[in-house]
């Protein structure tokens, strides 16, 4: 993963590079045409996924796994209609911890199951609210159309600094007591950086595109080709977008189907934003699954 994190810096670079040739229009075009590619497939085998981590003694039929992952969306969806601040709040919760928990945050030394959740969640809420701190205006907006009121404050600087606080306090009893972990630190402190500059000097949609399909989306390609079929290869990768291309098309053709019957409302940015976060929810949960196999085989 190190080897792609040096790709990763230098293509983040150019796409901000290319940020100054192509106008807004171009940009959305580009970054949502991201999204719908690599941003969607990174969460489309997710059912496959489910499938290589039950043990053959105790294998869930596919039907029922359909059933359940299905049934997770629809409430996703329900909650975004019927109590969308709830949705919202968790769908940021979710989100953040997924993020952190994608850049890594594994440990080599005994540390509390708290601090394993809270550290990736804290290191999420960092990006996010990052991304949010440069766009404030825009984000004030959207979270607008999602809860359909307008709050007086949505807190962004003070929940940037109280979860910045605490994570360079966790941060520092790590790097003062683990010695294994201050290289991993020292990079993820220069990652931060980095997404700074991306978010700052992007747009809303375009630099979230390129943390997530950058720094996010492909990274979880990789390691789920790696874990599906236990190495990467082109092949492997060919396979999995095999698997993943009815699932795929299915969510494009959610998204698609919103478009059609809300693109004159204002309300559809709301909607697109709530479809995204109702597949988010079982995906995260997978990938949770996939991680704790993943630390059982390894142990």
Request: glycine share 4%; charged share 10%.
């Amino acid at each position: 993963m190190l080897k792609y994190t040096n790709y990763a810096i230098v293509a983040s670079f150019f796409c901000l590079w290319l940020n100054s040739f192509f106008t807004e229009t171009t940009q959305i075009i580009i970054a949502f045409s991201l999204i719908f590619s690599f941003g969607i497939l990174h969460g489309a085998n997710d059912l496959l996924l489910i499938q290589s981590t039950n043990d053959s003694h105790n294998r869930i039929s596919f039907k029922k796994i359909l059933t359940y992952y299905v049934l997770v969306v629809l409430f996703g969806v329900l909650l975004f209609y019927l109590i969308p601040m709830l949705a919202l709040v968790l769908f940021i919760f979710v989100s953040a911890f997924h993020f952190g928990d994608q850049q890594g945050l594994y440990f080599d030394f005994k540390v509390s199951k708290f601090l394993l959740i809270v550290y990736p969640f804290i290191y999420g809420i960092i990006i996010l609210y990052l991304l949010f701190y440069f766009h404030s205006n825009e984000v004030e907006v959207i979270i607008t159309e999602i809860i359909r009121f307008k709050v007086p404050t949505l807190y962004i600087n003070e929940i940037l600094l109280t979860s910045g606080l605490i994570f360079l306090s966790i941060s520092a009893y790590f790097y003062w007591n683990f010695e294994s972990f201050r290289k991993k630190l020292q990079a993820e402190l220069f990652f931060l950086v980095v997404f700074a500059v991306i978010f700052k000097t992007s747009s809303l949609i375009w630099g979230f595109a390129i943390y997530f399909i950058i720094w996010h989306s492909i990274p979880s390609i990789l390691d789920q080709i790696k874990f599906i079929y236990g190495s990467f290869t082109f092949s492997n990768f060919i396979a999995y977008c095999r698997n993943a291309f009815a699932y795929w098309l299915a969510s494009l053709l959610g998204i698609g189907l919103l478009y059609f019957l809300f693109r004159d409302k204002e309300i559809f940015n709301a909607l697109f934003f709530s479809f995204l976060a109702a597949i988010t929810f079982p995906h995260v949960l997978v990938i949770l699954k996939v991680m704790h196999k993943k630390n059982t085989k390894s142990a």
